[in-house]
């Protein structure tokens, strides 16, 4: 287990016999506060502070969490102020937390893809009460919640979800019939991170002479239909025989390289699962959802000259230069998506880029929509905890201390200055990160093979939409019963 830094034993017994002295003979509990401004500055009078309570003074908060991988950042903790600014925010916001509260963290990673996991499930089997929080990823919520294995957050008022720093778009889709069992929040950058939206090539865009696609976005016309028209006009042989990307030293341009077939149907409003009325329900199968699938299989098709460059797999790493970040990355794509985690690639190349949301259906879509990766881990107390309260009280003042603390230098200086390089692109980054919500798809494992089969038929241009939901929809049916049943 990894602990990040030890409180001095002075500065513990400072706090625990200052409390006393100022308690007198009165009992420590977490009614027992003390106010502290935001980030210590003085605050607007309207705006009350933050209340700290010392009430847990010399304890330990453990933390089970992911660790950094694939140009995200998981972990809370770092180890010591190094100069750079993300670091060292994220550094002095624990020894904050430390200070005001009384309480060392003390934190434990594990890889995100079925380590975590796989290790949280041991730990809350066998039966001890070794972490206060687990930050449990997406795709493995149903397995612990079918099983009883997290408390349900919205028990505890200790959790400020209509404030800031807790992400209300996400959370309010991820609360099913009165329960949410794991809530994202600014305390774990991941959650942003791992957002997926499309990158586009700006200087290529100049050089076609299209126009930048920011203003449809703002005026609501970004649709699939001009994407197309888009990705057609990328498209160009540049002196290779065919599309195919079996040679690395291709020269051919794709107007999209595309990893998650996935992204677009979230993006155009088609989430397969929704909550609705506390329950969870079906929501593929509709017309509108067979013609989604029907034009992006049009649109999707390089026998149509689209040129768009389909991903089943992640590879190995993107630096292969034939891999859909690596085609970007060499001008050799119009269009990527990819999670907002790749601006930290871009910043030492010679192009210009941008990004936007991923396209709606039509222009009467009402909003645009995004989804984080499969691993995104959120907030979750485990049943093996003994004082789910203390952890709710601790975990909002972690998260709210990051969106102080933390969020301005990971948004301002990692994302805009170095990541983002234009007005226009930040101002899509607040669009993208408003329009966050959970996958319940794997969240919940409904309709997750459904999905890829059709997807597969999609870029496959093979069709059958209808009969291939046909043939899982008794099991999702199912399925679905069988968590709304567990609420």
């Not at 919205?154 to 800031?164: I, N, R, T, V």
């Not at 309260?389 to 998260?399: K, N, Q």
């Amino acid at each position: 287990m990894k602990s990040n830094r030890l409180i001095s034993l002075a500065l513990l017994c400072g706090l625990i016999l200052g409390q006393l002295a100022s308690c007198g003979d009165e009992s420590v509990s977490p009614e027992n506060t003390t106010d502290v401004a935001s980030g210590g500055e003085t605050t607007q009078a309207e705006e009350p502070a933050y209340e700290f309570t010392t009430a847990y003074s010399g304890s330990t908060f453990s933390i089970l969490n992911a660790g950094d991988v694939y140009n995200m950042r998981a972990e809370i903790d770092r180890e010591e102020s190094t100069g750079e600014s993300l670091n060292d925010a994220m550094y002095e916001r624990c020894r904050t937390f430390e200070d005001r509260t009384g309480v060392l963290i003390e934190e434990h990673c594990e890889h995100v893809d079925t380590d975590l996991a796989n290790y949280a499930m041991q730990t809350i089997l066998s039966g001890e009460d070794l972490y206060d929080t687990i930050y449990m990823p997406a795709r493995d919520l149903y397995k612990f919640t079918s099983e009883g294995m997290l408390y349900n957050l919205l028990d505890y008022d200790a959790f400020k979800f209509d404030e800031p720093w807790w992400l209300k778009s996400y959370n309010e889709a991820n609360s099913i019939g009165g329960e949410l069992y794991a809530a994202a929040g600014y305390s774990q950058l991941m959650i942003v991170d791992s957002i997926w939206c499309l990158f586009f090539n700006e200087t290529m865009m100049t050089d076609l002479g299209l126009d930048m696609p920011y203003d449809l976005v703002r005026e609501g016309n970004w649709t699939l239909d001009r994407l197309n028209e888009y990705i057609s006009a990328g498209a160009n042989l540049n002196g290779d025989d065919s599309f195919s990307n079996d040679d690395e030293n291709g020269t051919c341009i794709y107007g999209l390289a595309n990893y998650q077939s996935d992204k677009f149907l979230v993006g155009a409003d088609e989430f397969i699962v929704e909550e609705n009325g506390g329950k969870l329900e079906i929501t593929a199968g509709s017309d509108r959802f067979y013609s989604l699938l029907d034009k992006m299989s049009t649109i999707f098709s390089e026998s149509d000259g689209h040129a768009i460059l389909h991903f089943p797999a992640w590879p190995a790493t993107d630096d292969t230069p034939n891999s859909a970040v690596g085609l970007f990355e060499h001008s050799r794509a119009l269009f990527l998506t990819a999670e907002l985690s790749k601006t930290s690639r871009q910043r030492d190349k010679s192009y210009s880029y941008g990004i936007v949301p991923f396209p709606k259906y039509d222009e009467s879509q009402e909003s645009y929509h995004a989804t984080s990766f499969y691993g995104t881990p959120c907030y979750s107390i485990p049943v093996t905890c003994t004082d789910p309260e203390r952890s709710a009280i601790l975990g909002d003042a972690l998260t709210y201390l990051s969106y102080e603390m933390v969020w301005p230098v990971y948004r301002n200086t990692t994302l805009e200055q170095k990541g983002l390089r234009n007005e226009d692109s930040i101002e899509m980054l607040d669009i993208i990160i408003k329009s966050a919500a959970p996958d319940l798809v794997l969240s919940y494992n409904i309709g997750s093979e459904m999905r890829t089969e059709v997807l597969n038929a999609v870029t496959e241009k093979t069709g059958n939409f209808a009969s291939i939901y046909a043939s899982y929809e008794s099991q999702m049916q199912t399925d679905l019963d069988k968590v709304n049943n567990n609420q």
